[in-house]
């Protein structure tokens, strides 16, 4: 009876070590796994007539951080090669960055807005909201006519110039208004989708000079750049959410202006960095555009890219 009895004993005694570990390893990996899944948001970040050459003379800690955290190009151009007669200035190169496609699409050809087609090709939080009905899009700028005429399906558009008084003096304090307000939202409103522009390095390489050699555009950037720290800070905060960061402008600069620069390499070329957990690390070997932030920015939010929007730009340094 009892050697009949021991091989059953001895295969009980075994089954509770054994069910316990297996179950807490399962419930160990599910943890695991659900940790790993953040919210994704994403930010633009657009700096105004700032030329990378400069951003390298400077010293900007954080735009280093953000290359570092992802992929850059130094020489990301604001024109494509279908077309290339809209002026080199604001109006068009924002109108691209913001929607994707070129000039001849929006019909963006200066700062004067005439006959835009933002109902055609609309600002990417359009495409946002298509997916996600319920997130919260914000756009904060000190450069109004992004505010008046680009900017659609944002829970939150504000444009924070003040008026009178030196030009970039105010540009820089709209800038730091920006900032705060971006904070702000960033933990009330926690957006999906964020739009930042900052004006007061175009204003004052208009004021210097745009040169890696002006020591007033330096600085401009180097003031910029601890707004971004600022801003980097309050998003690294958010640790249940994954961020992915597009930074960008809308062209270089040559003397104190920056028209008519459609064959000078200093104008034409603006810069892209997209860094995050998201991005491929290191620097792009391929041409990259301006009108490549939108894509990037819906891939990686999931949006799936429809044919039919005729975007120019594509996804472009995502993992």
């Given at each position: 009876?009892?050697?009949?009895?021991?091989?059953?004993?001895?295969?009980?005694?075994?089954?509770?070590?054994?069910?316990?570990?297996?179950?807490?390893?399962?419930?160990?990996?599910?943890?695991?796994?659900?940790?790993?899944?953040?919210?994704?948001?994403?930010?633009?970040?657009?700096?105004?007539?700032?030329?990378?050459?400069?951003?390298?003379?400077?010293?900007?800690?954080?735009?280093?951080?953000?290359?570092?955290?992802?992929?850059?190009?130094?020489?990301?151009?604001?024109?494509?090669?279908?077309?290339?007669?809209?002026?080199?200035?604001?109006?068009?190169?924002w109108g691209s960055i913001n929607t994707g496609v070129w000039a001849d699409k929006?019909?963006?050809?200066?700062?004067?807005?005439?006959?835009?087609?933002?109902?055609?090709?609309?600002?990417?939080?359009?495409?946002?909201?298509?997916?996600?009905?319920?997130?919260?899009?914000?756009s904060i700028v000190d450069w109004d006519p992004i505010a008046?005429?680009?900017?659609?399906?944002?829970?939150?558009?504000?444009?924070?110039?003040?008026?009178?008084?030196?030009?970039?003096?105010?540009?820089?304090?709209?800038?730091?208004?920006?900032?705060?307000?971006?904070?702000?939202?960033?933990?009330?409103?926690?957006?999906?989708?964020?739009?930042?522009?900052?004006?007061?390095?175009?204003?004052?390489?208009?004021?210097?000079?745009?040169?890696?050699?002006?020591?007033?555009?330096?600085?401009?950037?180097?003031?910029?750049?601890?707004?971004?720290?600022?801003?980097?800070?309050?998003?690294?905060?958010?640790?249940?959410?994954?961020?992915?960061?597009?930074?960008?402008?809308?062209?270089?600069?040559?003397?104190?202006?920056?028209?008519?620069?459609?064959?000078?390499?200093?104008?034409?070329?603006?810069?892209?960095?997209?860094?995050?957990?998201?991005?491929?690390?290191?620097?792009?070997?391929?041409?990259?555009?301006?009108?490549?932030?939108?894509?990037?920015?819906?891939?990686?939010?999931?949006?799936?890219?429809?044919?039919?929007?005729?975007?120019?730009?594509?996804?472009?340094?995502?993992?």
């Amino acid at each position: 009876m009892e050697t009949s009895r021991s091989p059953v004993r001895c295969l009980w005694s075994h089954r509770p070590m054994r069910i316990p570990f297996l179950f807490a390893f399962v419930l160990l990996t599910a943890a695991s796994s659900f940790a790993a899944e953040k919210e994704k948001h994403v930010l633009l970040l657009g700096i105004d007539g700032c030329r990378f050459d400069a951003v390298q003379k400077a010293k900007t800690p954080n735009l280093d951080r953000l290359v570092a955290g992802g992929i850059y190009s130094p020489s990301a151009l604001i024109l494509g090669d279908r077309y290339r007669k809209n002026d080199t200035i604001s109006g068009p190169g924002w109108g691209s960055i913001n929607t994707g496609v070129w000039a001849d699409k929006h019909n963006v050809q200066g700062n004067e807005f005439k006959e835009p087609r933002f109902d055609k090709y609309p600002h990417f939080f359009h495409y946002v909201k298509q997916a996600y009905p319920d997130a919260k899009t914000v756009s904060i700028v000190d450069w109004d006519p992004i505010a008046k005429y680009i900017v659609s399906d944002a829970d939150v558009s504000l444009s924070t110039k003040e008026e009178g008084g030196d030009v970039v003096a105010s540009y820089a304090k709209g800038d730091e208004k920006s900032t705060a307000e971006a904070i702000r939202l960033i933990q009330e409103l926690q957006p999906k989708a964020m739009m930042l522009y900052l004006g007061q390095v175009d204003e004052t390489g208009h004021a210097h000079g745009f040169h890696p050699s002006v020591p007033q555009y330096v600085a401009a950037i180097e003031t910029v750049d601890g707004l971004v720290g600022q801003v980097l800070d309050a998003i690294n905060k958010r640790t249940d959410e994954e961020w992915l960061i597009v930074v960008t402008s809308d062209h270089g600069g040559e003397g104190r202006g920056h028209g008519g620069g459609h064959d000078n390499p200093n104008i034409l070329h603006s810069f892209l960095i997209v860094s995050g957990e998201g991005a491929q690390k290191g620097k792009f070997d391929t041409q990259v555009y301006i009108v490549d932030a939108v894509p990037t920015l819906l891939t990686y939010l999931g949006v799936k890219l429809d044919d039919a929007w005729q975007l120019d730009g594509h996804a472009v340094g995502l993992k």
